[in-house]
């Protein structure tokens, strides 16, 4: 990629740095009508589990795996998680925990080879794997390509549900009632067989960490399950059990994860680069953990920028206008009600082009209809004004610290304005007819920001996500506006083919990051 493409993306956009303070990392939890915690034990709260019968072989779980840093590296690396592809008790709806009895059907064969096909150029050092057969064999067909061993690891086997394991979701909730119910809406507390299995989870991600972070690798790739591949993407950027199920691990989704020496020792900085990044379209009709979402908002990142154009009025370069267009075409596979933008002309420019496509794709004949798509700008995405105060260059790392943590708050608590601005405008529709989806074009300051207010986290999460210039990020609401966001897919670049950033770098230059 040349390097006035490379600098024109805004990476890393808010630098965090980690501490083993505890208290300075809390999340601030308020009550809000968009999103409401689940009173739910978690890393951020002190956990209580009944100790271990000498007997069972566990050990008691920490009272807070957050207290423990995650071990320091002194190279950038970058870390790629991958699930396994469908399995014949996925196909089937069976509850598989860590059991060893399903196997990679047909389409998770394919599902498998077409994410080989996605990391085919990249380059890894090393590769881990759970050793349950549907994560191995995805794990064979990934690296298939590549001599060196892969490494299992059984800290990476999916959760353990015990007494669930083998049944048939109807049969579960027949034989368990109660203790079913409790699985699906309050798992972090969920007990079965006097164990809490999310809480186990969780610690069990923080030691696959220490095993992967230590490993001499800088570009390692982790094969593994839905379950534990949330957690181990949770526990990275230092979110407790509630976020379970909110983090979404599809079949052969592609997460990747960067970690950074910290210049002041301890633990690494992270960046979520991306979160599920699936070998299919992710806007095609399907569940949120589970559960139908008929509602969702789609962040889309605006185009690139003219570089010798300045402020709002910056037209879309060449590029710009292929991404442009590629989210247009991508964004086919739902029907948009509306697309809010600002006001900048590279906003519009974006919105514009995915409105016209949306309008004309039930035109496959002379006497077609154009189809209605309602086009509002909302002045809470507007942020030139916001981010023009800085002197730092935006399209480099680390350019939000110290003096100018005043723009970082301005941007926040607009971006806060904007996030409830967004809910009311998905709650309009009411998804009396299918789904009802709104479209939001935007800086990827902004759009970073957004996702924090989804997931209610502080600002000091900002630096914990990354976008790239024409991607997108869906959050879908499975219980309505009032509930729980459940994040889809963070930083989607597929669609921009030989024009997108590839999901991983040469490691020759550790500055790549």
Known sequence: MSSSCSTALTSHLFPLRK????????????????????????SLQEIKVPPASPSDGRSELPASWESIALPPVTAAKRVVLVRHGQSTWNAEGRIQGSSDFSVLTQKGESQAETSRLMLLDDSFDVCFSSPLIRSKRTAEIIWSSRGEEIITDSNLREIDLYSFQGLLKNEGKAKYGAAFRQWQIDAPNFNIDGHYPVRELWSRARSCWTKILTHESKSILVVAHNAVNQALVATAIGLGTEYFRILLQSNCGVSVLDFTPNPEGGSPQICLNRLNQTPSSPLASGSSAGRKASMRIILVTHGLPQNDVQGADRPMNMLG???AQKTAELLLDVKVRTIVSSSARIALE?????SKVQEAADCLGADCVPRYVEMKQIPDLDVDSILKQTK???????????????????????????????????SKGGASEGEDVVVAVGHPALNIAIMGH?????????????????????????????????????????????WSIPITRSMLDDEDF
């Not at 990392?25 to 034990?41: C, D, E, G, K, V």
Request: aromatic residues 10%.
């Open 19 to 42: 501490t083993n303070d505890f208290s300075r990392r809390r999340p601030t939890y308020t009550p809000s009508r968009i999103l409401h915690l689940f009173n739910s034990s978690s």
């Open 321 to 323: 206008m292929i991404q």
């Open 350 to 354: 974006t919105a514009n082009a995915i």
């Open 454 to 498: 989804c997931l209610n986290l502080t600002k000091e999460w900002l630096g914990s996500f990354h976008l790239d210039a024409g991607s997108i990020s869906v959050v879908d609401f499975p219980d309505g506006p009032a509930g729980r966001g459940v994040i889809r897919c963070i930083n989607y670049t597929a669609h921009l083919g030989r």
């Open 392 to 426: 730092q260059d935006l399209t480099q790392p680390g350019w939000l610290r110290g003096s100018e943590d005043d723009v970082a708050w301005a941007l926040w608590d607009q971006s806060r304005a904007a996030w409830e601005s967004l809910v009311d405008e998905v």
